[in-house]
């Protein structure tokens, strides 16, 4: 088992930033990959980012509508994930989630853990 928490959602202004945090605890020597997603109201659940690993390399992706403004960020040391947000828009608004993955899986959405979300706002 994996455990996450999320932390460092806000109210902030349009053109602000926020960093998010996700620690993880727990079997995380089982994980492959880890993510961040939100959910606005009304909205299903999006992807927004993605690390996965293997061996020394790294690979990074993330949603076109957060590219050039977010950036996801891993500290093995403290097994804990960062996705820094710049430039913070109204329709970034949602709750965000981490989540870890134990295998590889073709379906972009299927993680095995997830944690409880921490809220952003973003004021106009």
């Known amino acids: 088992q994996v455990q996450l928490v999320e932390s460092g959602g806000g109210l902030v202004q349009a053109g602000g930033s926020l960093r998010l945090s996700c620690a993880a605890s727990?079997?995380?020597?089982?994980?492959?990959?880890m993510g961040w997603f939100r959910q606005a109201p009304g909205k299903e659940r999006e992807f927004v980012s993605a690390?996965?690993?293997?061996?020394?390399?790294?690979?990074?992706s993330y949603a076109d509508f957060v590219k050039g403004r977010f950036t996801l960020s891993r500290d093995n040391a403290k097994n804990t994930m960062y996705l820094q947000m710049n430039s913070l828009k109204p329709e970034d608004t949602a709750v965000y989630y981490c989540?870890?993955?134990?295998?590889?899986?073709?379906?972009?959405?299927?993680?095995?853990?997830w944690g409880q979300g921490t809220q952003v706002t973003v004021s106009s």
């Open positions: 989540a870890a993955r134990k295998y590889v899986y073709t379906d972009q959405m299927k993680y095995d853990y």
């Open positions: 727990g079997r995380t020597d089982s994980s492959v990959a």
């Open positions: 690390i996965r690993w293997s061996g020394v390399f790294t690979y990074t």
